[in-house]
C-alpha cells in the first residue's frame, strides 16, 4: 500500500470547509490529478453519495467510483474503488486560530498485478500529495470569504 499524508492550515473555518470537501465534485478544483468528477444521483451529499471520477496520473488515466464512506463536523472519508485499487482519502478538519488546520491522508491499495506498480507509485504518489497540497490550500483560503 502507498500512503502520503499532509498537514497544513487555511483561513476558511470547518463549518466551511467539510462540506465543501465532502461534495468530491469539488475535486475538480483541488486535486491536480482529477480531470472530471461527477456525482452520481442527486439530493443532500451524505455518507452513501457516489461520485464517477477521472484522473490522470504520471499520464495514465483512470476511473473510479468514490462513496463518501464518513461525515462528521472534522471528518471527510472517501473511498475510491475499481478492479485495480482502492484509494481512501482521509480528510481531518480541526479549528485553529483564523481558519483550520487540515491533514489529509490518501491510501492506496493495489490489486492483482497492478501492486507491482506500488514502489513507483510511491514517488509519484509523494510528488502528487505535494501537489495537492499547494493546490487544495489555495481553494479553501478563497473560500475563507
Not at 475510491?80 to 491499495?109: F, K, Q
Request: glycine share 10%; net charge negative; proline share 4%.
Amino acid at each position: 500500500m502507498s500512503s502520503v499524508s499532509r498537514t497544513f492550515t487555511v483561513r476558511a473555518a470547518p463549518g466551511v470547509v467539510v462540506p465543501y470537501l465532502a461534495d468530491f465534485s469539488h475535486a475538480e478544483q483541488w486535486d491536480p490529478g482529477t480531470e472530471r468528477c461527477t456525482r452520481e444521483g442527486s439530493g443532500p451529499v451524505e455518507v452513501g453519495s457516489t461520485w464517477h471520477n477521472t484522473s490522470k496520473i504520471a499520464g495514465i488515466s483512470t476511473e473510479l467510483t468514490y462513496t463518501l464512506e464518513e461525515l462528521t463536523g472534522d471528518r471527510v472519508v472517501l473511498v475510491g474503488r475499481n478492479d485495480t485499487a482502492t484509494s481512501t482519502e482521509t480528510i481531518e478538519v480541526v479549528p485553529e486560530a483564523g481558519g483550520s488546520r487540515i491533514t489529509y491522508t490518501n491510501d492506496l491499495e493495489f490489486h492483482g498485478v497492478a501492486k507491482l506498480a506500488a514502489p513507483v507509485a510511491k514517488v509519484v504518489f509523494e510528488k502528487l500529495g505535494n501537489d495537492t497540497e499547494r493546490q487544495l490550500s489555495s481553494v479553501l483560503n478563497g473560500l475563507a470569504g
